[in-house]
């Protein structure tokens, strides 16, 4: 057994694969064993930087079974670097657990984060609505806890920011519109970093308005933003 192995949390790109260190490129190539949460998506990432480390499933639905036998590697000496599909992992995606657990079971692994992008950073810096201080909300619960969470948004001294799927962006936005009418200025950060870019900013209302006018916009990764 070694006296401290070392557990990598790498991020990497939201979109456009230049957007990654050169730190986490040499990391993914130096580890024995990349933990993907897709390892398919990940070996476009792997294959556009010549990097032929082995790669690993690892992600949200993974057995404690398959987390004893990490654990029994990091025990041997066995370096990993853990990505997810987009951004930062455990930032509204899977690698709490497995953190958790190495930190429990294996206190001397030297936890080590490689920053980079983490989408909801990325989309409050062009907002102009000051970083300062934010509340991040994650994504929103579909039905219980939502309408406390659009109440605390009110309430709100602080700007507020969530993830969204573009199938339930409609219907978020009309719940903005019926809540926020033309008080509050919203950002809906949309496909960042990739071809189809944008960042409209408009007051809820005319938000709403302006992705049921035009449903081919409707699509795509999305972070929102709302104004203090
Ligand atoms: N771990 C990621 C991070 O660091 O940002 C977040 C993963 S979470 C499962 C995926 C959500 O992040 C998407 O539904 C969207 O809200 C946001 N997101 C990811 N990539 C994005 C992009 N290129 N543009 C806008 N939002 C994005």
Do not use: W
Request: neutral net charge.
């Amino acid at each position: 057994m070694t006296g401290s192995s070392v557990f990598y949390i790498v991020s990497t790109p939201i979109g456009n694969l230049e957007d990654i260190t050169h730190r986490a490129v040499r990391i993914l190539r130096e580890v024995d064993m990349i933990l993907c949460e897709d390892t398919r998506t990940t070996q476009k990432l792997l294959d556009h930087y010549y990097i032929s480390t082995p790669t690993q499933s690892y992600h949200a639905h993974s057995s404690a079974v398959k987390e004893n036998d990490i654990i029994t590697r990091i025990i041997e000496g066995k370096t990993f670097a853990l990505v997810s599909d987009a951004g930062t992992p455990t930032i509204s995606d899977p690698g709490v657990k497995l953190v958790t657990r190495i930190r429990s079971d294996v206190p001397l692994t030297q936890i080590i984060p490689i920053p980079g992008v983490t989408a909801l950073i990325t989309a409050l810096s062009i907002t102009g609505f000051g970083g300062n201080q934010f509340t991040f909300y994650g994504f929103l619960p579909h039905k219980k806890g939502r309408a406390s969470i659009f109440d605390q948004i009110a309430e709100s001294e602080r700007v507020s920011v969530f993830y969204e799927s573009p199938h339930r962006l409609l219907k978020t936005l009309k719940e903005l519109a019926e809540r926020f009418g033309t008080n509050r200025d919203i950002c809906v950060a949309r496909e960042l970093t990739k071809i189809h870019e944008e960042t409209p900013i408009f007051n809820a209302q005319e938000m709403y308005h302006y992705y049921l006018n035009d449903p081919s916009k409707v699509r795509g990764e999305c972070v929102i933003i709302i104004n203090k």
